[in-house]
């Protein structure tokens, strides 16, 4: 039954983890299909309608037929859940196979070329990197949850319970290392491809934190001292956001795209045009570098939004907006003197 219950409480794991990386990889997702010939995305979806729908019927008639009222004022606190040592063993074995089967994939082909993917997907190099991601930056978000709500509940079981997490745990840490640097060099080949965004840069610095934060699980919650570990993760975050802020991102977002219409490669304008106060002054400085079409669209936009801001108190200036508003007015003329090519 210890077998049964782990395997029970394996499988939401499996289908959620095994779905994100069928997302992530073309190739490891021809392989699932291969293997097991289903669709893992109905099976999950069908798994969780029936399973709420269970538990809402199964809780009604156990009350109705046999359960007895708790009262929360007379009542003492409800037993503490807990997993026992097989249990927990057979479902982090379970998530370290299915953290290992997608490594092996991994090594194989994201790392092994662009001929090899282009033979074996049909996919460019960067349309693989392009499609997965977003997917694995959430197995390393659902993954520390995981991790922490198995070691609370194996903390009843002692000594033991907590060596035989600490080794599972440990590898499943390792396997995800290898997982993000695979993440990382996704985002290094997609953003060389199609350029920086803010959802691509957030995500990225989303990755770093987390890997931090893995890190910090290893030495306090695998050592033995888990209440040292939430403050941490919340040091690391506002260190984060520090970081963040030194960095300007969507300065650094215009100045990245910048360089690639440079370089010759392609340029969103109507994206860097929306982009807040802090790209207009990298903006305006590399127009005479955009082609006349990009310069057009440049120009148009930031004279749209920044060359007639609205009236407004004291309590909406901004360093940016004023660094914006400076070099509108400064580059007035050059922007207004744009000339746009004919329309076709």
Known sequence: MAVVRGILFATPCLLVFGGLFMGADAVFDHIVRRAFHVNLRQVFTHFFVA???AWCVGGYLRGMLWGKEVSIIREKSLPR????????AVALSALDLLFLAFVLVQVRYFFGGSALIQATTGLTYAEYAR?????????????LPLLLLVHWLIAQNGPTGERVFRVLAGVQILLLFVIVVSAFQRMRLYQAEYGLTEERLYATALMGWLVVVFLWFAMTVLSGHRKRFAFGAM?????????LEALNPDALIARTNLARAKAGRSFDAGYATRLSADAVPELVAALPNLNPQERCAVAAGILKRWAFPQASDWRAWSWSRARAAQAVR?????????????QN
């Open 51 to 53: 399973a709420f729908f």
């Open 81 to 88: 859940v807990s997993l026992g040592i097989i249990e927990v």
């Open 131 to 143: 499609a997965g991601f977003f997917e694995l930056v959430a197995v390393a978000a659902l993954l």
């Open 235 to 243: 040091v690391a975050g506002f260190f984060l956001i520090i970081v």
């Open 330 to 342: 400064e580059n007035g003329a050059s922007l207004k003197g744009v000339q746009c090519p004919a």
